[in-house]
């Protein structure tokens, strides 16, 4: 018989005594990982955050002088929103981290998981979620990480569903995941992760996709792991 996972609602997130959620640009802990985070949060668990570039790049709010600096404070704000207790704050090159050495990225992580005493670890889905080469590399420094030091690695991801709507609407490179590939769903209040939203000026104006996304995936997030401990 062949052996199919399929995704299962559940009614919490994974029990965890601190959390630490790996992204590549100021945003990513509150579009994609705010509800989580949010979650955790209000089941005990410490949160942290480390970002690996100040998002300087960015194409949004690109007219404003020092951007790198003003997304460093929209992340500094949003953390306190979604009640996240550190953040470490990197000055990787923003788009340029597929040409940064794997083992030092994985050991900034090491660092502060050692630091905030992490027993999971939160990343983007494989793929990045939304194609970006940088999400991709940050999510496989992680994956490194929590292998190398025995600390599960909890993925954010998207069902198909959601981005098949997504890049046909918005012609975009969102990367999904089928409901087999899928580990669980759980509902979650968005109140916390809209008003850390809120906090990144630069990058919620004229940016509809993030509208579209959160209202396709309702009051459930998708969920996989890439890395567990085995008993």
């Known amino acids: 018989m062949t052996d199919v996972r399929i995704a299962r609602e559940v009614t919490a997130l994974p029990e965890a005594r601190s959390v630490l959620a790996v992204c590549a640009h100021p945003d990513d802990e509150s579009f994609g990982l705010g509800a989580a985070l949010a979650a955790f949060v209000a089941s005990g668990s410490s949160t942290s955050v480390l970002c690996f570039t100040h998002g300087e790049a960015s194409t949004l709010g690109a007219d404003a002088p020092e951007l790198g600096r003003v ?3 929209e992340l ?4 306190a929103e979604l009640g996240v207790m550190e953040i470490e704050l990197l000055h990787y090159p923003d788009g340029g981290l597929g040409s940064e050495p794997l083992d030092l990225m994985t050991r900034h992580i090491q660092k502060v998981v ?3 005493q992490a027993d999971l670890l939160l990343v983007f889905d494989e793929g990045g979620i939304t194609g970006h080469f940088d999400h991709h590399r940050a999510t496989e420094a992680g994956v490194t990480a929590g292998h190398e030091l025995g600390v599960p690695v909890l993925a954010w991801a998207l069902p198909e569903f959601v981005t098949d709507e997504l890049n ?3 012609g975009a490179g969102f990367v999904g995941r089928s409901t087999e590939e ?3 769903l759980v509902p979650v209040d968005r109140e916390r992760q809209h008003k850390a939203i809120a906090r990144h000026v630069s990058q919620v104006t004229d940016n509809p996709v993030l509208g579209r996304r ?4 309702g009051d459930l997030e998708a969920f996989r792991w890439l890395s567990v401990l085995l008993p």
């Open 76 to 79: 500094a704000d949003a953390a």
């Open 168 to 170: 046909r609407e918005f």
């Open 214 to 217: 959160l209202q396709l995936q």
């Open 71 to 73: 997304r460093a404070a």
């Open 114 to 116: 050692e630091h905030v």
């Open 182 to 184: 899928l580990d669980f």
